[in-house]
Protein backbone atom coordinates (compact mmCIF):
# COMPACT_ATOMS: atom_id res chain seq x y z
CA UNK A 1 0.00 0.00 0.00
CA UNK A 2 2.90 2.46 0.94
CA UNK A 3 4.57 1.50 -2.07
CA UNK A 4 1.26 2.31 -4.62
CA UNK A 5 1.04 5.73 -2.47
CA UNK A 6 4.66 6.55 -3.48
CA UNK A 7 4.19 5.85 -7.08
CA UNK A 8 0.55 8.05 -6.91
CA UNK A 9 3.15 11.16 -5.45
CA UNK A 10 5.62 10.58 -7.62
CA UNK A 11 3.05 10.80 -10.94
CA UNK A 12 1.11 13.38 -9.15
CA UNK A 13 4.53 15.15 -9.16
CA UNK A 14 5.50 14.65 -13.13
CA UNK A 15 2.36 16.01 -13.80
CA UNK A 16 2.26 18.74 -12.02
CA UNK A 17 5.70 19.29 -13.57
CA UNK A 18 5.50 18.60 -17.01
CA UNK A 19 2.00 20.58 -17.31
CA UNK A 20 2.78 23.91 -15.25
CA UNK A 21 2.93 26.22 -17.84
CA UNK A 22 6.55 27.09 -18.39
CA UNK A 23 7.68 30.71 -16.69
CA UNK A 24 7.94 33.78 -19.18
CA UNK A 25 11.25 35.18 -19.68
CA UNK A 26 11.37 38.87 -18.44
CA UNK A 27 13.97 41.72 -19.31
CA UNK A 28 15.37 44.69 -18.00
CA UNK A 29 15.08 47.85 -20.00
CA UNK A 30 16.49 50.73 -18.52
CA UNK A 31 16.49 54.31 -20.11
CA UNK A 32 14.88 56.70 -22.15
CA UNK A 33 11.25 57.79 -20.42
CA UNK A 34 10.16 58.58 -23.68
CA UNK A 35 10.71 55.25 -25.53
CA UNK A 36 9.11 54.00 -22.07
CA UNK A 37 5.41 55.87 -22.90
CA UNK A 38 5.93 55.69 -27.04
CA UNK A 39 5.79 51.90 -27.10
CA UNK A 40 7.45 49.90 -24.55
CA UNK A 41 4.51 50.36 -21.75
CA UNK A 42 2.04 50.51 -24.50
CA UNK A 43 3.00 47.47 -26.57
CA UNK A 44 4.02 45.59 -23.45
CA UNK A 45 0.60 43.60 -23.36
CA UNK A 46 0.98 42.92 -27.05
CA UNK A 47 4.63 41.89 -26.61
CA UNK A 48 4.61 39.19 -23.94
CA UNK A 49 1.01 37.46 -25.82
CA UNK A 50 3.65 37.06 -29.26
CA UNK A 51 6.86 36.11 -27.36
CA UNK A 52 6.18 35.25 -23.88
CA UNK A 53 8.60 37.80 -23.30
CA UNK A 54 7.78 40.13 -19.93
CA UNK A 55 9.37 43.36 -20.19
CA UNK A 56 10.10 45.51 -16.61
CA UNK A 57 11.45 49.28 -17.83
CA UNK A 58 13.06 51.85 -15.24
CA UNK A 59 12.75 55.02 -16.87
CA UNK A 60 15.73 56.33 -15.59
CA UNK A 61 17.05 58.59 -18.90
CA UNK A 62 18.75 57.71 -21.61
CA UNK A 63 21.94 58.98 -19.61
CA UNK A 64 21.66 56.88 -16.69
CA UNK A 65 20.89 53.84 -18.90
CA UNK A 66 23.61 53.71 -20.84
CA UNK A 67 25.75 54.33 -17.52
CA UNK A 68 23.70 50.95 -16.47
CA UNK A 69 24.50 49.49 -20.22
CA UNK A 70 28.21 50.08 -19.12
CA UNK A 71 28.28 48.74 -15.68
CA UNK A 72 26.40 45.49 -16.53
CA UNK A 73 23.65 46.31 -14.79
CA UNK A 74 21.18 45.80 -17.69
CA UNK A 75 21.61 44.04 -20.91
CA UNK A 76 19.86 46.81 -22.91
CA UNK A 77 19.66 50.17 -22.75
CA UNK A 78 16.80 52.53 -24.24
CA UNK A 79 17.40 55.93 -26.03
CA UNK A 80 15.87 58.63 -27.54
CA UNK A 81 18.84 60.00 -29.30
CA UNK A 82 21.81 59.05 -31.96
CA UNK A 83 24.40 56.64 -30.30
CA UNK A 84 27.15 59.42 -29.96
CA UNK A 85 24.73 61.91 -28.15
CA UNK A 86 23.62 58.83 -26.13
CA UNK A 87 27.07 57.94 -24.96
CA UNK A 88 27.99 61.70 -24.19
CA UNK A 89 24.73 62.10 -21.93
CA UNK A 90 26.20 59.12 -20.03
CA UNK A 91 29.40 61.37 -19.00
CA UNK A 92 27.52 63.97 -18.38
CA UNK A 93 25.13 61.89 -15.89
CA UNK A 94 28.60 60.84 -14.64
CA UNK A 95 30.55 64.13 -14.15
CA UNK A 96 27.09 65.72 -12.53
CA UNK A 97 27.51 62.50 -9.97
CA UNK A 98 31.14 63.84 -9.35
CA UNK A 99 32.38 60.77 -10.91
CA UNK A 100 35.01 60.20 -13.81
CA UNK A 101 33.96 59.41 -17.38
CA UNK A 102 33.66 55.87 -18.19
CA UNK A 103 34.86 53.89 -20.60
CA UNK A 104 32.63 52.81 -23.54
CA UNK A 105 33.03 49.75 -25.12
CA UNK A 106 33.68 49.64 -28.82
CA UNK A 107 31.04 47.62 -29.81
CA UNK A 108 27.83 49.25 -29.02
CA UNK A 109 24.89 48.46 -31.54
CA UNK A 110 21.99 51.21 -32.22
CA UNK A 111 18.77 49.41 -32.84
CA UNK A 112 16.50 51.92 -34.31
CA UNK A 113 12.28 51.38 -33.18
CA UNK A 114 11.20 54.72 -34.54
CA UNK A 115 11.40 58.30 -35.03
CA UNK A 116 10.05 60.96 -32.37
CA UNK A 117 9.56 64.43 -32.73
CA UNK A 118 10.54 67.15 -29.93
CA UNK A 119 8.30 69.95 -29.49
CA UNK A 120 8.54 73.16 -27.90
CA UNK A 121 5.41 73.97 -25.43
CA UNK A 122 4.56 76.70 -23.41
CA UNK A 123 1.44 77.66 -20.99
CA UNK A 124 -2.03 77.56 -22.70
CA UNK A 125 -2.60 81.10 -21.40
CA UNK A 126 0.52 82.58 -23.76
CA UNK A 127 -1.01 83.96 -26.87
CA UNK A 128 2.50 83.07 -28.79
CA UNK A 129 2.20 80.78 -31.07
CA UNK A 130 4.95 80.30 -33.52
CA UNK A 131 8.78 80.72 -32.82
CA UNK A 132 11.41 80.56 -34.69
CA UNK A 133 14.81 78.42 -33.57
CA UNK A 134 16.85 81.36 -33.41
CA UNK A 135 14.00 82.96 -30.89
CA UNK A 136 13.61 79.23 -28.74
CA UNK A 137 17.27 79.32 -28.53
CA UNK A 138 17.47 82.89 -26.95
CA UNK A 139 14.40 82.36 -25.00
CA UNK A 140 16.17 79.30 -23.59
CA UNK A 141 19.42 80.78 -23.50
CA UNK A 142 18.23 83.19 -21.04
CA UNK A 143 18.95 86.15 -24.10
CA UNK A 144 15.67 86.75 -24.02
CA UNK A 145 13.78 87.60 -20.74
CA UNK A 146 10.18 88.73 -21.72
CA UNK A 147 7.49 87.44 -24.33
CA UNK A 148 6.73 90.85 -25.55
CA UNK A 149 10.43 90.33 -27.05
CA UNK A 150 9.12 87.62 -29.23
CA UNK A 151 5.49 88.92 -29.71
CA UNK A 152 3.68 88.01 -26.44
CA UNK A 153 2.39 89.51 -23.67
CA UNK A 154 4.69 91.63 -20.89
CA UNK A 155 5.49 88.82 -18.74
CA UNK A 156 8.61 86.62 -17.62
CA UNK A 157 10.07 83.39 -19.40
CA UNK A 158 10.29 80.94 -17.30
CA UNK A 159 12.74 78.19 -18.94
CA UNK A 160 12.14 74.48 -17.56
CA UNK A 161 14.23 71.70 -18.98
CA UNK A 162 15.09 68.33 -17.77
CA UNK A 163 18.05 66.62 -16.00
CA UNK A 164 21.31 65.92 -17.30
CA UNK A 165 20.97 62.93 -18.06
CA UNK A 166 18.06 63.37 -20.57
CA UNK A 167 18.36 62.61 -24.59
CA UNK A 168 15.33 65.45 -25.14
CA UNK A 169 17.38 68.25 -23.38
CA UNK A 170 20.59 67.41 -25.18
CA UNK A 171 18.91 66.63 -28.87
CA UNK A 172 17.01 70.24 -28.44
CA UNK A 173 20.16 72.03 -26.76
CA UNK A 174 22.49 70.46 -29.79
CA UNK A 175 19.72 70.78 -32.48
CA UNK A 176 18.29 74.24 -31.66
CA UNK A 177 20.52 76.17 -29.25
CA UNK A 178 23.96 75.27 -31.05
CA UNK A 179 25.05 73.79 -27.53
CA UNK A 180 24.38 77.39 -25.55
CA UNK A 181 24.02 77.31 -22.02
CA UNK A 182 20.27 77.28 -20.92
CA UNK A 183 19.25 80.24 -18.62
CA UNK A 184 20.69 80.30 -15.26
CA UNK A 185 17.21 80.74 -13.30
CA UNK A 186 15.96 77.59 -15.31
CA UNK A 187 13.75 74.92 -13.71
CA UNK A 188 15.27 71.49 -14.01
CA UNK A 189 13.38 68.56 -13.53
CA UNK A 190 13.66 65.01 -13.42
CA UNK A 191 11.19 63.67 -15.55
CA UNK A 192 9.02 64.95 -19.20
CA UNK A 193 6.07 64.82 -16.88
CA UNK A 194 7.28 67.26 -14.35
CA UNK A 195 8.43 69.15 -17.43
CA UNK A 196 4.66 69.59 -18.52
CA UNK A 197 3.49 70.06 -14.58
CA UNK A 198 5.90 73.10 -14.56
CA UNK A 199 4.88 74.81 -17.32
CA UNK A 200 1.05 74.30 -16.55
CA UNK A 201 1.80 76.19 -13.66
CA UNK A 202 3.83 79.26 -14.94
CA UNK A 203 2.29 81.38 -17.63
CA UNK A 204 5.48 82.84 -18.86
CA UNK A 205 6.80 78.55 -19.10
CA UNK A 206 8.40 76.84 -22.10
CA UNK A 207 9.68 73.68 -22.02
CA UNK A 208 10.47 70.80 -24.64
CA UNK A 209 9.50 67.59 -24.56
CA UNK A 210 8.35 64.23 -26.76
CA UNK A 211 5.96 65.24 -29.38
CA UNK A 212 4.03 61.77 -28.51
CA UNK A 213 4.32 61.82 -24.78
CA UNK A 214 2.65 65.68 -24.52
CA UNK A 215 -0.21 63.95 -26.89
CA UNK A 216 -0.80 61.86 -24.16
CA UNK A 217 -1.49 64.12 -21.81
CA UNK A 218 -0.54 68.09 -22.23
CA UNK A 219 -1.75 69.42 -19.04
CA UNK A 220 -2.51 73.10 -19.34
CA UNK A 221 0.07 73.49 -21.81
CA UNK A 222 0.14 73.89 -25.98
CA UNK A 223 2.66 73.08 -28.71
CA UNK A 224 4.56 75.93 -30.39
CA UNK A 225 4.36 75.30 -33.63
CA UNK A 226 8.25 76.04 -35.27
CA UNK A 227 10.85 73.65 -37.33
CA UNK A 228 10.30 70.09 -37.20
CA UNK A 229 13.10 68.47 -34.42
CA UNK A 230 13.30 65.00 -34.80
CA UNK A 231 15.32 62.05 -33.34
CA UNK A 232 15.66 58.15 -33.03
CA UNK A 233 14.16 55.97 -30.64
CA UNK A 234 16.02 52.87 -30.27
CA UNK A 235 17.39 49.97 -27.98
CA UNK A 236 21.30 49.80 -27.54
CA UNK A 237 23.31 46.92 -26.71
CA UNK A 238 27.13 46.07 -26.21
CA UNK A 239 27.57 43.50 -29.46
CA UNK A 240 24.61 41.40 -30.68
CA UNK A 241 21.92 41.16 -28.55
CA UNK A 242 20.41 37.94 -26.72
CA UNK A 243 17.67 35.95 -28.34
CA UNK A 244 14.99 37.72 -25.93
CA UNK A 245 16.45 41.43 -26.62
CA UNK A 246 16.10 40.39 -30.62
CA UNK A 247 12.37 39.21 -29.82
CA UNK A 248 12.23 42.41 -28.80
CA UNK A 249 13.33 44.36 -31.22
CA UNK A 250 12.27 41.92 -33.64
CA UNK A 251 8.74 42.65 -32.42
CA UNK A 252 8.81 46.36 -32.49
CA UNK A 253 9.92 46.28 -35.96
CA UNK A 254 7.15 44.30 -37.35
CA UNK A 255 4.02 45.79 -38.36
CA UNK A 256 2.17 44.37 -35.37
CA UNK A 257 4.40 46.07 -33.29
CA UNK A 258 4.39 49.59 -35.24
CA UNK A 259 0.95 49.53 -34.28
CA UNK A 260 1.42 49.69 -30.45
CA UNK A 261 3.47 52.95 -31.42
CA UNK A 262 1.87 56.51 -29.60
CA UNK A 263 1.93 58.81 -32.28
Request: with cysteine; charged share 20%.
Amino acid sequence: MKRLTRILICLAMAFTMFSAPAMAAEVELWGSTTCQKRFLEPGAKALEDATGIKIKVLGVGTGKGMVALFEGKTGVAISSNTLEESIESAQKVLKEEGKPPMAVPANLIYHEITKDVIVPIVNKENSVSELTWEQLADLNSGKITNWKDVGGADMPVQVVTSHAGSSTKAVFQSMVMKKAEYAANAIQVKSTRLEINEVSKAKGGIGAVSSGFHSLSPGETKVVKTKTIERPLGLITVGAPTPDVQKIIDFFLSPEGQKQIVD
